[in-house]
């Protein structure tokens, strides 16, 4: 089964910049898709096809893929941002399948 | 406005058949491409897509969980209905419905590979 694998946290002082890293093998050759959520909501997507973001998202939010391992990258982070973040892929090989990653708990510190 | 929300028991059985049902609005079920989706989050937050239900009556499960579950969908009410069998306490979860957008041009279809917007979701115990 494909694996997607984040770190558990990533901590990042206001104004900064997070990198929230998912690796799985060959990413690259997939379209990753981001979520966001926050205690007690529902995730909500940020991210998409690698590099796209919803209307409504900030540019701050960013994403890139290549090798074996995709990133999401939030600029000049503030408060609002603390949440979990999890990457997903759609798997078309043999079954139909939907994977997401293991999830990265972001602290505003 | 899109806008999706789940209802069902709170709590089952061991054994028992979950049955939640996912109410829609702002889009419909009938349009090609179109997709409505299940995904659960369990306490320790991991994330696990169930199964997918398309415009055309075409369904997707998880193959690990394919054995349990049902999808089916009532287009007229702008519902999906989830079936999952014989339930054990590991299958405590928050059950979360999901859009998925599609397009058709001509006879060719599209859909896109992410979930989006989520309803707010529903928490399932299961428990003697």
Request: net charge neutral.
């Amino acid at each position: 089964s494909y694996v997607l694998t984040q770190p558990p946290s990533v901590s990042v002082a206001p104004g900064q910049t997070a990198r929230i890293t998912c690796g799985g093998n060959n990413i690259g050759s997939k379209s990753v898709h981001w979520y966001q959520q926050k205690p007690g909501q529902a995730p909500v997507l940020v991210v998409y096809d690698d590099n796209d973001r919803p209307s409504g998202i900030p540019e701050r939010f960013s994403g890139s893929n290549s090798g074996n391992t995709a990133t999401l990258t939030i600029s000049r982070v503030d408060a609002g941002d603390e949440a979990d973040y999890y990457c997903q892929v759609w798997i078309s090989s043999g079954d139909h399948l939907y994977v997401f990653g293991t999830g990265t708990k972001v602290t505003v510190l | 406005q899109i806008t999706l929300k789940e209802s069902g028991p709170t709590l089952v059985k061991p054994a028992q058949t979950l049955t939640l049902t996912c109410t829609f609005s702002g889009f419909s079920l009938s349009s090609g491409g179109v997709g409505v989706g299940w995904i659960r989050q369990t306490p320790g937050k991991a994330l696990e897509w169930l199964g997918l239900i398309y415009w055309n009556d075409d369904k997707r499960y998880n193959p690990s969980l394919k054995n349990r579950l049902t999808i089916t969908k009532d287009t007229s009410k702008n519902q999906v209905v989830l079936r999952m069998t014989n339930m054990e306490p590991v299958d405590t979860a928050t059950y979360y419905c999901a859009h998925k957008r599609g397009y058709c041009v001509s006879t060719d279809c599209y859909e896109y590979d992410w979930f989006d917007p989520w309803g707010q979701g529903t928490l399932v115990a299961v428990s003697s």
